[in-house]
């Protein structure tokens, strides 16, 4: 009798199907290490960016202050309330919280000029994640990297406030907004900067773009995190190596070495932070390495021989239409397989 | 033939319903390439129409002549004259707006919009049907054109018809009277229609 009456209780006390989770036992099927690392989500990923950008960040406001801050406000505000907008057109439950938004603001704050207006940062945020992310069906989906997509559209629109032009100012620490930038200089002018302030940083440009130093901090960060993988930035730079390497060998020797080829302009931010985005960017790890080399070929070219002083964005946007096709082509071959 | 639509309900359906641009997709040369300003996009839309009225009606009183293997022929001959009369009588009369259109003009002769409607109306319907048809179809092709066209010179120039709307501040978006803006904006205004359409059924 007793045992009847707790057996029943025990049937009572069983839970009712879950209706969220798979009814039937769900064998995974995939290729080994079948050990996968479960603390990895976007969310952990996105945080991570957001620490390896603290270099580029503190640095950018140390150099232009005010200005940083603004292009800060008005980006992240933008893309966090385009985020907003957008999601709840499409009806689904917000996505702030994997802070990709978050992500994507920071990243083309730090891509545009300190001195661009307000209405730059506010529509390149929105073009940024309307056109370049929800409209493809949000994160995960989108073919070309969002921040570059909304970068793309003011430097195109907006030229002129996008040159980062320069004229007399207070209101930054170390009198970089009153030069023109680095990149520019050299193909107007045929100045070049010296290696050091390309290094750390006491350059106009764009607001992260200026230290190689913050850069190189946090990218190594990321790659040390396996946030990103090392053979993006390895093949860009071997590529840009190379035929930097080539043009000083060959070309005329006004002192723009390989080296201001590397540290100066976005190379190195575009290299950790850019093209590195894990949905744009190929899954193998051939297929990266290919597409880093394709991105610094591409900035090569377009730095040596287009009328742009600089490449890095318009590198990254060719190479993201090519990942599809990198993909097929680096498929690993399955173990066994002749 | 008792199921073919009548004049009026042709007329109707070519405005929305049955748009040759946002319904059809047709036409999406022009449409992409004659855009950027609203004065270019009302021409073009006033050429086409010219020669899609004139072709129907031709067509439609020759439709028991055509034999099915050369109607194509017929077709395209057809319409070459009619775009070779639009063409001069634009560069006769409206000499700067000719050299604006360019190419565009010529290539009406390949406008799929035209090709259609000789094939399913005029072909087979009485005149007064394929007028009516033609009146239509070049409504709703002015409608598409007007519409990017004033989105992308408002946004683009700040002005409607050359003359300045915006205020003194507006930055011109200068990319939207590039190729990439008619792009953006007949994709962005599709889907605008895709989505109040499916609202509307649902």
Redo the contacts between chains.
Sequence with gaps: MTTEKQLNMQDSQVKPIDETRPTAPVIHVSPSPHLAQSTTSTRRMMVDVLVALVPVVAMSLFVFRGYALFQLAVCLGGSLAAELLFVKMRGRPSTLKDFSAIVTGIILAMSLPGTAPWYVGLIAAFVAVGIGKIIFGGLGMNLFNPAMVGRAFVMISFAGALAASGFEDVRSAVDAVSQATPMNAYKMNGVVAPLAHLFWGTTNGSLGETSALACLLGGLYLIVRRTVSWEIPAGLLLAVLVIGGVADLAGPADGWTVLHHILGGSLLFGAFFIATDPVTSPLTPRGKFIFGLGVGMLIMLLRLFSGYPEGVMFAVLLMNAVTPLINRWAIPVPFGEQ | MADQPTATERLIQGILPENPVYRQLLGLCPTLAVTNSLMAAVTMAGAVGFVLLCANVIISLIRDLLKPHLRIVVFTLTIATFVTIADRLLAAYLYQMSKTLGPYIPLIIVNCIIICRCEVVASKQAPIVAAADAIGQSLGFGLALSSIAAIREILGTGALFGLRVMPALW??????V?P?GAF?TFGLLL?AINWITDKKKA
């Design positions: 930055p011109d978006w200068v990319i939207m590039l990439p953006l889907g």
